[in-house]
């Protein structure tokens, strides 16, 4: 393990708060973390609480409960990809380098298509994109109708099915 940090994930089935995992999870020698993210996250608070105890805020893990209607045409995909685009944001403005997103959830009830595929915002989030030869693609952060992210150090990672 040369050269690796561990981290935990947090979660709300330990029964402690966030901010008291991440401190435990420091006391115990693991190097880093990461979290989910709500819009009512206090992930500034969690990035704090990382450079006070030396930890890598290592990611953020998107929302997933909507992914179906990002396939979708017309406001509930916007909305859907906006939430994306949100969260996104939320590791930039927080110097956490990855998101975590579920673009596709299963198959029952939806299928990939073209709107999905070509929202706008996932053109202009596709600009740099690199391929890895893993299940997972990186999307360098881009602008969604709001003030611009830094630059291409934060990525949100696709988890394919």
């Known amino acids: 393990m040369w050269k690796r940090k561990l981290c935990l994930a947090t979660s709300g089935q330990f029964a402690r708060p966030v901010e008291e995992q991440i401190r435990l999870f420091a006391a115990t020698g693991f190097e880093g973390f990461f979290t989910g993210w709500t819009p009512d996250e206090d992930i500034a608070h969690y990035a704090a609480i990382a450079r006070a105890e ?48 579920h673009a596709f959830i299963g198959f029952k009830d939806h299928a990939p298509t073209e709107i999905g595929v070509e929202q706008p915002a996932v053109k202009s989030a596709r600009a740099g994109t690199t391929s890895r030869p893993t299940a997972r693609r990186p999307f360098s952060a881009a602008a969604y109708n709001k003030k611009p992210i830094p630059d291409n150090r934060y990525r949100f990672f696709v988890q394919h099915p």
Do not use: K
């Open 54 to 101: 030396n930890m890598l805020y290592q990611s953020i893990h998107a929302p997933f409960t909507r992914m179906a209607e990002m396939w979708q045409d017309g406001e509930r995909g916007d909305g859907a990809l906006a939430e994306l685009i949100d969260c996104l944001r939320v590791c930039a403005d927080n110097a956490v380098p990855v998101m975590v997103a």
